[in-house]
């Protein structure tokens, strides 16, 4: 559920003076699951010999091992403390963090996907620390997804945990489900995009934020 945005900008929050500007965090874990390292690596062994490939000689004898290892990195977000602060400056113009690597696994292929994500607000009440962006985004990729659902998780997120103004994201990947087989595709790449509040209903904001993205890619 889609958190509704202010489209009036707040009054700026101020602090008395002398007393500490405090933090809010939230802790964001990730679904509770086991993982069975042990299982996977049977399984990937009898994904081997399912396939005609001998996973007994010398060459592929720890191979299960790894693709078992490989895949639970891969699927196993970590934990963080997702932390704001009062907006004591009263800033309201554009934060953009542009370039954040995402790598995630494509759910109709178990095969991953890897590309840059751009995301922006426009603070209202609070500002988010910067480095918790990027840990966001790897946060909800290190699981099965579609790009998609990625892109549009990330601006809900911001949604929720900063209440800003607007937020927008910009996800640009290759797909190796695209690019290695079926259609390979190999210099295919795809971009989605997710604008809530301001970013979405005021063409100025929605521009600046596009122009933003283009610069980065220049």
Do not use: W
Request: proline residues 7%; contains cysteine.
């Amino acid at each position: 559920m889609t958190m509704a945005v202010s489209t009036e900008l707040p009054a700026p929050a101020r602090a008395p003076v002398g007393l500490p500007i405090l933090s809010a965090r939230a802790r964001i874990d990730p679904p509770m699951a086991s993982v069975d390292v042990r299982a996977a690596e049977e399984a990937a062994r009898a994904f081997l010999l399912a396939l005609g490939i001998d996973p007994d000689t010398p060459d592929l004898a720890r191979t299960p091992r790894r693709f078992a290892a490989a895949y639970a990195e891969l699927l196993a977000p970590g934990s963080f403390e997702f932390t704001t602060f009062d907006n004591v400056e009263g800033y309201d113009e554009m934060v953009i963090v542009r370039d954040v690597p995402v790598q995630s696994v494509c759910e109709h292929h178990l095969l991953p996907f890897v590309g840059t994500a751009h995301v922006a607000y426009l603070p209202a009440d609070r500002v988010v620390g910067l480095s918790k962006i990027p840990r966001l985004v790897d946060h909800l990729a290190r699981r099965l997804q579609t790009q998609e659902r990625l892109t549009v998780q990330i601006a809900d997120a911001l949604v929720t945990h900063v209440q800003p103004q607007g937020v927008g994201v910009v996800i640009e990947a290759a797909h190796s489900c695209m690019t290695l087989r079926g259609a390979r595709a190999e210099t295919a790449t795809t971009q989605t995009s997710a604008l809530r509040g301001l970013l979405r209903e005021d063409a100025r904001s929605r521009a600046e934020f596009f122009a933003l993205i283009h610069d980065s890619a220049r």
